[in-house]
């Protein structure tokens, strides 16, 4: 049973989970009380160290077993996007009677990556009577969850339009080479095909939530995927970007419902977006008798929107159904009350 004090136990020390750690120690009742990373460098460190220079008196382990000694509520995951890669950290959450919110971004939907597998992961957190979700800022809110309330304030809707520009220029050299950043076109292409280069991942997770939540049933998915090429050089914090290859991505996905595109997504991601005359705003469009269209300019940053969402869903997920569910089956995220005035201190 949850104490008064939501206990937080961390996977994952990347970028994500430093700012999870940052916004998490400045709030009252909440309590980072172990932290796992794979990381061995980061391994045997102070959490609050790594995270913003501040001693936190959580130390970093590198044995998973370890980190579920202290008493907690919520295991919080942040390390990869794939439902096979995480699903050995979730099914041990789940078994040491922990909720687990995923920011994997197959987690938003994840029997479309394997059925059976969340199938399984479903019956046993409803056995540990726990909640599984999967969340994030896209898939996680831009895609699902914001489509979803904007599609509240409509008649019908006949098609769903998404636009988003990101600056990746902060993202891990590691991320940026997955997104598809550094390589030549042949590379691209190449990598594209082979399922080494990824750009955004989530479209068709989050297009299934949708689906799921207004009763529509998508018949097949199409995808498109475009590199832009550097124009000249550039020196990231993370990594060096040759001209010539590619300095960023546009992405195309649909989901096509009774022989027709009715959600289609696009992605715009740069490493220098205002070279190329990019706006940086997310977009929600519903098209119908009354159609809704919102705009957020300029867009959610990703890593800073992720940790927000991370950090203001603990407690809804924790008195969600048992079982493995999705966003559509969440109230909305929102900081606590005494949190609505405050700064956190940046890194």
Not at 92 to 113: F, K, R, S
Request: glycine share 10%.
């Amino acid at each position: 049973m949850a104490t008064s004090t939501t206990r937080v136990v961390l996977f994952g020390v990347g970028r994500v989970g430093r700012d999870v750690t940052r916004l998490i120690r400045s709030r009252a009742g909440v309590q980072i009380v172990a932290a796992h990373s794979r990381n061995s460098s980061l391994v045997g460190q102070d959490l609050g160290v790594v995270a913003n220079g501040m001693p936190l008196g959580v130390v970093i382990t590198g044995d998973r077993s370890s980190a579920f000694r202290a008493p907690a509520d919520i295991l919080v995951i942040a390390t990869t996007s794939f439902l096979r890669d995480v699903a050995p950290d979730i099914r041990a959450g789940i078994e040491h009677g922990l909720n687990v919110l995923c920011t994997a971004e197959e987690m938003a939907y994840p029997w479309l990556a394997d059925e059976t597998l969340a199938n399984e992961l479903n019956a046993l957190a409803q056995r540990q009577d726990v909640t599984v979700v999967g969340g994030g800022v896209n898939p996680g809110f831009l895609s699902d969850a914001l489509v979803l309330t904007a599609a509240s304030a409509a008649w019908d809707v006949s098609h769903i339009g998404l636009k988003r520009g990101v600056n990746l220029s902060r993202f891990s050299g590691t991320v940026l080479r997955r997104l598809g950043i550094g390589f030549s076109e042949a590379e691209f292409d190449a990598g594209w095909q082979a399922g080494t280069i990824f750009g955004h991942i989530g479209f068709p997770e989050s297009m299934q939530v949708v689906a799921h939540a207004l009763g529509a049933r998508i018949e097949r998915m199409t995808k498109r995927f475009t590199a832009l090429l550097a124009e000249h050089d550039y020196t990231l914090e993370r990594a060096e970007i040759k001209k010539g290859t590619t300095a960023g991505f546009r992405q195309y996905a649909a989901a096509i419902v009774d022989g027709k595109p009715w959600f289609e997504a696009e992605f715009l991601g740069h490493i220098d977006p205002t070279s190329i005359g990019a706006v940086l705003q997310d977009e929600v469009q519903i098209d119908g008798q009354v159609p809704v269209h919102l705009v957020l300019t300029p867009g959610i940053p990703a890593q800073a929107g992720v940790a927000a969402l991370v950090a203001n869903s603990l407690r809804r997920v924790i008195d969600a159904r048992p079982g493995l569910i999705t966003v559509a089956d969440l109230p909305p995220a929102t900081p606590p009350a005494a949190t609505v005035s405050q700064r956190v201190p940046t890194a």
